[in-house]
């Protein structure tokens, strides 16, 4: 994936939208659900009902984009419905896409020191 630089912001939507939705049906629910700006040139992230789908929604200046990836044997880890929205960094937004827990995180033990 062609990723956004550092400093993007990252919204996830915590309720299920509809993934039948295109562009248009989604920057809608970036708009009215979210409360942003759909052509701010943040990304916007909708997971599906079942969890294995997630659709990541940005403006790039000329145009929207549209990301859509399918898990085949997991779910991407998202809030519960609850918290309505959440936002994350650009690094945890990688953690996403790549169906890594962005909450808990397990990171490698530092590097060892050769003597």
Do not use: N
Request: hydrophobic letters at 40%.
């Amino acid at each position: 994936m062609i990723g956004p630089g550092t400093g993007v912001r990252v919204y996830l939507a915590c309720g299920p939208p509809d993934l039948h939705k295109g562009i248009a049906g989604l920057a809608a629910a970036a708009q009215e659900v979210l409360r942003e700006d759909p052509c701010s040139g943040a990304v916007f992230a909708f997971r599906g009902r079942q969890g294995d789908r997630l659709k990541l929604l940005t403006w790039d200046g000329q145009g929207f984009c549209l990301y859509y990836k399918v898990l085949e044997r997991r779910r991407f880890p998202w809030p519960s419905r609850a918290d309505g929205t959440a936002r994350l960094t650009a690094a945890q937004l990688a953690m996403l896409w790549e169906g890594i827990d962005w909450r808990r995180p397990r990171w490698s033990a530092p590097p060892q020191r050769v003597a």
